[in-house]
């Protein structure tokens, strides 16, 4: 068996993907020991506290060790993954890892160049300067793709830690058909389904294109636990009732469960915690006649300038912010606490913020003041899709200036929201609903929410921030204003 050499031996060490995040969780790893890998290869996805990224490997090897199991949350610097460059046999696999390594072909490299540097060389923040400019990352061959599926598969099988069965190195004809049979689910759903102990090929799945989500596990495991129901007596009439009553169904037999604060859901929670014991919050409300804005919603899903875009009152509430922000400018601002300074911005970044299956998460859009209706109707939307998707990038929740954030969507009236870090104002829109109100000297039904603008009152004062929540409540009023104010 080849001994690896110290001067043959990468550690990938894990990045800083966004820009100061100082850890993340390894939520699955691509490969295993034993395995081939060159560079660009995506070889595990991580979630850091803003999202979810696949980490490419900078450089041409075999695996020879995954440092942590997936679910371990990892210091930022810290090596997750030691790769032979000079390739070569593995050293410490199990028996059954080593087999399938060691018919996989190794890379091709003179001896005269195994000391020098493989690609690019892993940095805290990136992943370093590419050796060429011009170098393309590796196309994948369609026996290769084939053979990684399968070995991902196998792995699941296995659990954490465990090798791939030879099988997975097996010829791209006979490996398709399982690659073709694995379950369609997100990595979040997996990796709950994976906590649970549920076999995604046995879940029935409702998402769009046989998708499995998250209610699909619960409801696997729902199933799963429910008692049998009692046999219906021969005459009709009803079974008898159990002598005792039946414990509360959970999932794991347990009353309680303790779950790790970790990713998304602690940042947000330092985040929150900062924001509100740094800046002094003032809340204000507003309750406003919508109707007019509902109307002008359902004529704009006519427009055949607004084809195939998402139109909703959201986008109507983010265009009356910009409206009022551009008439009230100093609101958009930050405190900057090192230099005692107020930072005027003369753009503005629009936060979203989007409930995900990782937590709440902010991204924002980039330059929406500058953005006329169907641009804004285009950036909500690939925000909103990216986002439930999991997809949103660190950079896409940088930068904000001010946020929205539509707590009807869940049929609450309106709530106090705490500002996201950095920002000067966050407007909550609570539900429209049907209610009677004074029209034109009499009661009508009439569409009618309340909002609801938390700012900081180091930088707005009471006026300013009474007068954006004015004029965001008159534009949706009366939305000809979007006109007459533009």
């Avoid at 939520?27 to 560079?39: I, R, S």
């Avoid at 020879?64 to 930022?76: A, I, S």
């Avoid at 009236?413 to 109100?437: C, M, Y």
Wanted: aromatic fraction near 4%; include cysteine.
């Amino acid at each position: 068996m080849t001994t690896m050499t110290e001067a043959s031996v990468r550690e990938f060490r894990m990045p800083d993907v966004g820009e100061g995040l100082t850890e993340a969780e390894i939520l699955k790893w691509y490969v295993q020991p034993g395995d081939t890998v060159t560079d660009g290869q995506v070889v595990c996805e991580v979630e850091t506290a803003k999202a979810a990224v696949e980490l490419p490997i900078p450089y041409d090897g075999v695996v020879r060790e995954l440092r942590f199991p997936e679910g371990t949350t990892v210091d930022v610097g810290t090596p997750i993954i030691a790769v032979d460059v000079a390739g070569g046999a593995p050293a410490e696999v199990p028996a059954q890892a080593a087999a399938p390594a060691a018919q996989a072909p190794a890379p091709a490299a003179d001896k005269d160049e195994d000391d020098k540097p493989q690609g690019r060389q892993p940095v805290l923040v990136g992943y370093g300067v590419s050796a060429s400019s011009t170098k393309r990352r590796p196309r994948k061959s369609p026996d290769a793709t084939a053979a990684q599926a399968a070995t991902a598969i196998q792995t699941e099988l296995n659990g954490h830690g465990a090798a791939p069965a030879p099988a997975a190195t097996a010829p791209a004809a006979p490996a398709a058909p399982v690659a073709e049979a694995r379950p369609l689910a997100k990595p979040p759903v997996r990796k709950l389904a994976k906590d649970l102990g549920v076999d995604l090929s046995t879940v029935v799945p409702s998402g769009p294109d046989g998708v499995i989500t998250r209610e699909d596990v619960h409801a696997a495991v729902a199933a799963a636990t429910a008692p049998p129901r009692p046999a219906e007596p021969e005459t009709g009439t009803p079974a008898a009732a159990p002598a005792a009553p039946a414990a509360p169904v959970t999932f794991d037999g347990a009353r309680e469960t303790r779950v790790p604060v970790k990713g998304v859901r602690k940042a947000t929670a330092a985040a929150m915690v900062g924001s509100a014991f740094t800046a002094p919050h003032v809340t204000e409300f507003v309750t406003v006649d919508v109707t007019r804005t509902m109307r002008l919603v359902e004529e704009l899903k006519q427009d055949k300038d607004m084809q195939g875009l998402r139109v909703n009152p959201l986008l109507l509430i983010a265009k009356a912010l910009l409206v009022a922000i551009r008439r009230n400018p100093e609101i958009n601002a930050s405190w900057d606490e090192a230099n005692q300074e107020i930072v005027q911005k003369h753009y503005v970044n629009l936060g979203i913020a989007a409930a995900t299956p990782r937590g709440l998460i902010v991204p924002n859009i980039k330059d929406a003041h500058a953005k006329t209706l169907p641009e804004l109707a285009e950036a909500l939307g690939d925000l909103v899709a990216t986002a439930r998707e999991g997809k949103t990038s660190p950079a896409a929740m940088q930068g904000g200036t001010v946020t929205i954030t539509n707590v009807g969507v869940f049929g609450v009236d309106t709530g106090t929201p705490i500002l996201n870090p950095g920002e000067s104002a966050i407007l909550a829109v609570g539900a429209i609903k049907l209610q009677p109100w004074v029209h034109k000297g009499k009661v009508k039904p009439r569409q009618v929410t309340t909002l609801a603008l938390s700012f900081d009152h180091r930088l707005v004062d009471g006026e300013l921030g009474s007068k954006v929540l004015a004029d965001v409540a008159a534009v949706l009023e009366q939305p000809k204003r979007l006109i007459t104010w533009a």
